[in-house]
C-alpha cells in the first residue's frame, strides 16, 4: 500500500494550495480518504475526510476555505486550501481507512507565511 501526496509549498497568507494523494495497493473507491496536518510541537489534527459514499466532513478550523474531493478513476484525493493561514502551517498527510484498518502516507509540507 502506498499513499503519495504531493503539493505542498510555500504561500503568502490569503494565497491557496491544491494537494493531491495518490493510492495504490488498495481498492481505492472502497476506501474513506482524509487528511490529517502536524505543526512543529503541536499534536496532530485532523482536517477532513471524504468517505466512500462521496460524504465530505471537516474541522471547524478549516470549514469553508478548505475543499475535499476524490477521483476514484484516478485514485487520488484532493485537498483545495483557499484563504491559507500561518496557523495553516503544517505536514499535511493523507490516510485511507476502510473499517478498521488505516493506512497511512507520508506528507507533504504546507507553508503559510504572514
Known amino acids: 500500500v502506498q499513499l503519495q501526496a504531493s503539493g505542498g509549498g510555500l504561500v503568502q497568507a490569503g494565497g491557496s494550495l491544491r494537494l493531491s494523494c495518490v493510492g495504490s495497493?488498495?481498492?481505492?473507491?472502497?476506501?474513506?480518504m482524509g487528511w490529517y496536518r502536524q505543526a512543529p510541537g503541536k499534536e496532530r489534527e485532523w482536517v477532513a475526510m471524504?468517505?466512500?459514499?462521496?460524504?465530505?466532513n471537516y474541522a471547524d478550523s478549516v470549514k469553508g476555505r478548505f475543499t475535499i474531493s476524490r477521483d476514484n478513476a484516478k485514485s487520488t484525493v484532493y485537498l483545495q486550501m483557499n484563504s491559507l493561514k500561518p496557523d495553516d502551517t503544517a505536514v499535511y498527510s493523507c490516510?485511507?481507512?476502510?473499517?478498521?484498518?488505516?493506512?497511512w502516507g507520508k506528507g507533504t509540507q504546507v507553508t503559510v507565511s504572514s
Open positions: 490516510y485511507a481507512a476502510l473499517r478498521d484498518v488505516v493506512h
Open positions: 471524504v468517505t466512500a459514499g462521496d460524504s465530505t
Open positions: 495497493g488498495i481498492h481505492f473507491s472502497l476506501h474513506d
